[in-house]
T-cell receptor, first 115, second 111 residues
Framework: EPEVTQTPSHQVTQMGQEVILRCVPI?????FYWYRQILGQKVEFLVS????????KSEIFDDQFSVERPDGSNFTLKIRSTKLEDSAMYFC?????????????FGEGSRLTVL | DAKTTQPTSMDCAEGRAANLPCNHS???????VYWYRQIHSQGPQYIIH???NNETNEMASLIITEDRKSSTLILPHATLRDTAVYYC????????????FGAGTRLFVKA
């Protein structure tokens, strides 16, 4: 069964460093998303991406964050100048709103720890 | 997208049906009801969705009231592995780019 894959599974970084989280969405999906979940809290929407541009973004997704689809398979989330409060689980998801009915398929997540 | 209301937590005995309610009294005619679950800290998993007819798949059944103001997710024979947080989301096509998760219902399946 096709699945969304994310790397790394866990990354530890120093405050102020830049981090890139990588995702390979399901191959025929056209809509991509990033969510985050701070430990013990709910899953929060960050950004959606379609046709090589951001479709929607939340208030959390400020200038510190950026997304990119550098090639035909990868979808990345870049976090610049990381802060302690960026420590969270980051989930990538993809969906097919054309042939499918919009359900999201999530990866297993990348745990980011900022020290 | 319409707001949904779910109980904070529920218990269910292993092997019995788990019935998880969701209220969405302000749902509009073109909004679907989606259910996801999150087991521990894994990525959320899609379960089922429906518009107005009851739906069933290999994981669960979804019962939507005739007025569409509420729905129930049914896990027919709950197992310990069904212990998770279950999310009910009302979503229209226009909201398709932004699925918003609430607090959900924490289901504990007990042996």
């Amino acid at each position: 069964e096709p699945e969304v894959t994310q790397t790394p599974s866990h990354q530890v970084t120093q405050m102020g460093q830049e981090v890139i989280l990588r995702c390979v969405p399901i191959s025929n999906h056209l809509y991509f998303y990033w969510y985050r979940q701070i430990l013990g809290q709910k899953v929060e929407f960050l950004v959606s991406f379609y046709n090589n541009e951001i479709s929607e973004k939340s208030e959390i997704f400020d200038d510190q964050f950026s997304v990119e689809r550098p090639d035909g398979s990868n979808f990345t989330l870049k976090i610049r100048s990381t802060k302690l409060e960026d420590s969270a689980m980051y989930f990538c998801a993809s969906s097919d709103w054309v042939a499918g009915t919009g359900e999201l398929f999530f990866g297993e997540g990348s745990r980011l720890t900022v020290l | 997208d319409a707001k949904t209301t779910q109980p904070t937590s529920m218990d269910c005995a292993e092997g019995r049906a788990a019935n998880l309610p969701c209220n969405h009294s302000t749902i509009s005619g073109n909004e679907y009801v989606y259910w996801y679950r999150q087991i521990h800290s894994q990525g959320p998993q899609y379960i089922i969705h429906g518009l107005k007819n009851n739906e069933t798949n290999e994981m669960a059944s979804l019962i939507i009231t005739e007025d569409r103001k509420s729905s129930t997710l049914i896990l027919p024979h709950a197992t310990l592995r069904d212990t998770a947080v279950y999310y009910c989301i009302a979503l229209g096509w226009y909201g398709g780019f932004k699925t918003i998760f609430g607090a959900g219902t924490r289901l504990f399946v007990k042996a």
